[in-house]
């Protein structure tokens, strides 16, 4: 309807709004819907788009400030903005100290059938917050033995799935949260990692600093036969 472009477009707007209609400007900020648009038609919102919002948590993201910047714009036009694509607790107290007046995403809920809509309607189930606290960077499978050095011993585990913050890793009991390892993934690359939960023999780790998984994982450990101490806390292992 923009591109075109016509002379009919500014009295159907006209008409539209007589008649209440009330107007969003979608993913603002990609694609077609550019900064130009705002001073054709008279939007009442505009809406962020979820690329914006996607990341926007992590450290040293400028897409808060984007974010900031859509607002304070809006506001300027007198406009209401939503942003798209809230799906965790941090990403929506982000989108809500920035001044978004409103959010959509599957922070709430996923869509619902009509009969799952009117069975909570008619429970009178009120609508909150669901999602997880934060936003999970993007994890690869992979199946691969490593070396996780801890106070002068060495363990052998294998990593479940791998981020460029972090990895499951399994093989390894009773592993205190908060133990420091050095992580041996491959020929010439050791990163520090820290323990942040264990459940049975799986381990969640984080990696001091950020890494690509792809190159991290070339090459390759595999040990054939590994004995190893234990350190405190942890168990002693035999592999074979």
Same mark, same amino acid.
């Given at each position: 309807?923009?591109?075109?472009?016509?002379?009919?477009?500014?009295?159907?707007?006209?008409?539209?709004?007589?008649?209440?209609?009330?107007?969003?400007?979608?993913?603002?900020?990609?694609?077609? +819907?550019?900064?130009g648009y705002l001073k054709?038609?008279?939007?009442?919102?505009?809406?962020?788009?979820? +690329?914006?919002?996607?990341?926007? %948590?992590?450290?040293?993201? %400028?897409?808060? $400030?984007?974010?900031? $910047?859509?607002?304070?714009?809006?506001?300027?036009?007198?406009?209401?903005?939503? $942003?798209?694509?809230?799906?965790?607790?941090?990403?929506?107290?982000?989108?809500? +100290?920035?001044?978004?007046?409103?959010?959509?995403?599957?922070?709430?809920?996923?869509?619902? +059938?009509?009969?799952?809509?009117?069975?909570?309607?008619?429970?009178?189930?009120?609508?909150? $917050?669901?999602?997880?606290?934060?936003?999970?960077?993007?994890?690869?499978?992979?199946?691969?033995?490593?070396?996780?050095?801890?106070?002068?011993?060495?363990?052998?585990?294998?990593?479940?799935?791998?981020s460029a913050t972090g990895?499951?890793?399994?093989?390894? /009991?009773n592993v205190p949260e908060?133990?420091?390892?050095?992580?041996?993934?491959? =020929?010439?690359?050791?990163?520090?990692?820290?323990?942040? /939960?264990?459940?049975?023999?799986?381990?969640?780790? =984080?990696?001091?600093?950020?890494?690509?998984?792809?190159?991290?994982?070339?090459?390759?450990?595999?040990?054939?036969?590994?004995?190893?101490?234990?350190?405190?806390?942890?168990?002693?292992?035999?592999?074979?």
């Amino acid at each position: 309807m923009f591109l075109n472009d016509d002379e009919g477009t500014d009295a159907m707007f006209a008409a539209l709004k007589r008649l209440g209609v009330r107007l969003a400007l979608d993913d603002f900020g990609t694609g077609y +819907s550019s900064l130009g648009y705002l001073k054709k038609a008279p939007f009442d919102k505009i809406k962020i788009d979820q +690329s914006f919002v996607r990341g926007a %948590c992590e450290k040293g993201s %400028c897409n808060g $400030a984007i974010i900031a $910047a859509i607002v304070r714009l809006a506001e300027a036009l007198g406009m209401e903005t939503t $942003a798209e694509g809230v799906e965790t607790l941090d990403e929506l107290d982000l989108v809500r +100290s920035l001044g978004c007046s409103h959010v959509q995403g599957y922070i709430y809920d996923k869509p619902l +059938s009509a009969g799952e809509a009117g069975e909570r309607l008619a429970d009178g189930v009120g609508v909150s $917050a669901r999602g997880p606290r934060s936003s999970r960077p993007t994890r690869r499978t992979v199946l691969r033995r490593v070396l996780l050095d801890h106070d002068g011993h060495s363990y052998e585990a294998t990593v479940r799935n791998m981020s460029a913050t972090g990895a499951l890793v399994e093989g390894l /009991w009773n592993v205190p949260e908060g133990t420091v390892f050095l992580v041996r993934l491959g =020929e010439g690359v050791t990163v520090p990692a820290t323990a942040r /939960w264990c459940e049975d023999d799986r381990v969640g780790i =984080e990696f001091r600093e950020r890494i690509d998984p792809e190159t991290a994982t070339r090459g390759g450990i595999v040990p054939t036969r590994l004995v190893y101490s234990a350190a405190p806390d942890l168990p002693q292992r035999q592999f074979g």
